[in-house]
C-alpha cells in the first residue's frame, strides 16, 4: 500500500473510493484500521495503549493489582534513610496468564548511597501472592543522590543514580525481563526502569502527565521529531507542575526547537523552582542556557538521571573541562557507562587478573576502542596519501618501510612508539559521543596510550 494522505491529531482527506488502511501511532504503539471507502466518512479511532515499565492506566504491561498496591505501597513510608525526601522502588513481573514464574522480581536489587554503601536489599523484602509477584520499597531519604544496582550471580554489577530531590517522591518501577535461551534466567531489567518524581508523595496510576512522561521519554529516544504539536505544547506546558516531565520536555525543545531559547529557559527556570540548584539533570540542562542561572553551579558532581543529561555535559567538557571535576563519583563512573536508551546506566564487570597480576576492567577495554579508533583514522590517511603518491610511490615507500623495520628487529632495536596523534574537533566530538566520555577522561587515556 503507498500512503495517500498523512496527519498529526486529526485526519481530512479528499479520496478515491477504494479500500484503506488507517494507521494510527501514540509513541511506540500502533493502531490500524481496514475500511471501505465509498461516501464521506468519519472514523474515531483511540490512541493504542503503549508500552511502559509503569503501571499505568491504558498501558500494555499493566495488572490493576499492580495499579491498586503501587499506589498503596507508596504512601507508606517503612524504612527511614533521613529526612526531607522520598524513594520509592517497585519491581514486578508481568504476564498475561497473572501466573509468573519468578517468585522475586527483585532478586539480586539493592539501594546504595552515593559512596556505594548498601542501605537495603530489596530482594529480602518478596512476599508470595497469587498474581504476578511485585516488590515494593518506600523509604524517606535525606535530600540527594543515591544508586540502585543489579548484582548478578556472576558478580556484574549494573547501576543507575536515582536523585532524590527536596520535597519530592523519587519514584522507579521496574519489569523483570522475560527469559530468554541465550540469557538464562529473568532479571530485573534495571536500565529500562522509568522514573517519576512525586511532589505529592504517591504513585497515581491514572496521572495523564505521567502517561505525556512516556511518551515524552520514547520521543527522546527517536532521531527525529514525532510528537504533534499538541503533544509537545501539553508536555512543555509553562505552568507544568510535574518535574520529570518538565526534565524530558527540556531536553525535547533543546534537540528539536534549539532556536526557542525563551521557551528552553521558561522551562529551565520552572525546573530550578521545582527541584532546586542541585539536581544534576538540571544542571546539565542549564549548561545549554544562552543566559547562565547564577544559582545553578556548572560543575557536574553527581551522576544524573537522563542519559541526554550526561551526553550534553561530555559534549560541553570539551571545552570546558570544569563541568567534570576530576575527583568524584561522576568521573569514577566515565569509563563505565554502557549504552542505553532513556536512562544513564554504568556497568562493573567482575576484576579479572591477568598472568602478569595486573587488573583488566573497563579502563582496558576504554583504551582498546580508542587505540582502534585512531588505528582506523590512521588507515583510512595512509588510505588517502597513497592515493595522491599513486602506484610506484606506494611501491617504493612500502618497500623502504618493509626493509627498515626488518633490519630494526635484526639488530634488537625497539620499536618506538607513534606520536599521539592530533585529532580534530569533530574527531574529538565523535569519540566523546559514541564512548559517552567526558573530554578530561579522553585526554587522561590518550597519553596513557601514547607515553
Known sequence: MNTVAHSVGDLSADLLPGLYKIRVRNGPGVEEKLISLDRDLFVDIQPPPIF????????????????????????SPLHDFGQGAGLFVFCRE??????????????????????????????????????????????????????????????TVTERALFASPGCQTQIFILLSPPTWSSGPSLPDIAGGAVIISPKFEFDPQDRRTQLGEIARYALTQKRRVLSDQLRLE????????????LLGAHLVLRD????????????????????????????????????LPSVP?????????RASWDITVSVSLEDPSSFPEAGGVMEIADKVIPTGSWLVWRRDPIVKSASGSS?????????????????????????????????????????????????KLRGKPQPKPPMPTLSTEDREELARVLGIPGPLLNSVLKKIFD
Open 298 to 306: 556548572r560543575a557536574l558532581d553527581t551522576p544524573p538521571m537522563l
Open 257 to 292: 526547537e534549539p532556536e526557542n531559547v525563551e521557551l528552553f529557559e521558561t522551562v529551565t527556570n520552572n525546573l530550578l523552582r521545582l527541584l532546586g540548584p542541585d539536581h544534576p539533570d538540571l544542571r546539565a540542562l542549564c549548561l545549554r542556557r544562552k543566559n547562565p
Open 235 to 246: 508536555i512543555v506546558d509553562e505552568k507544568f507542575d510535574d518535574p520529570m516531565l518538565g
Open 94 to 155: 508481568w504476564t498475561t496468564s497473572n501466573q509468573g514464574a519468578s517468585p522475586n522480581p527483585a532478586t539480586g536489587i539493592s539501594l546504595a548511597d552515593e559512596n556505594g554503601n548498601q542501605l537495603l536489599d530489596l530482594g529480602s523484602l518478596a512476599v508470595e501472592t497469587p498474581n504476578d509477584h511485585s516488590v515494593a520499597m518506600c523509604a524517606t531519604v535525606a535530600p540527594g543522590s543515591y544508586r540502585l544496582r543489579l548484582t548478578q550471580s556472576g558478580g
Open 360 to 408: 583488566a576492567g573497563s579502563s582496558n577495554a576504554l583504551a582498546q576502542s580508542l587505540e582502534e579508533f585512531i588505528a582506523a583514522r590512521a588507515r583510512q590517511e595512509a588510505s588517502r596519501r597513497a592515493d595522491d603518491q599513486g602506484v610506484f610511490g606506494r611501491l617504493s615507500s612500502s618497500l623502504f618501510d618493509l626493509i627498515s623495520n626488518s633490519f630494526d
Open 52 to 75: 511502559s515499565p509503569i503501571p499505568l492506566a491504558g498501558t500494555t504491561r499493566s495488572h490493576e493489582y499492580h495499579m491498586l498496591r503501587a499506589m498503596n505501597a507508596s504512601r
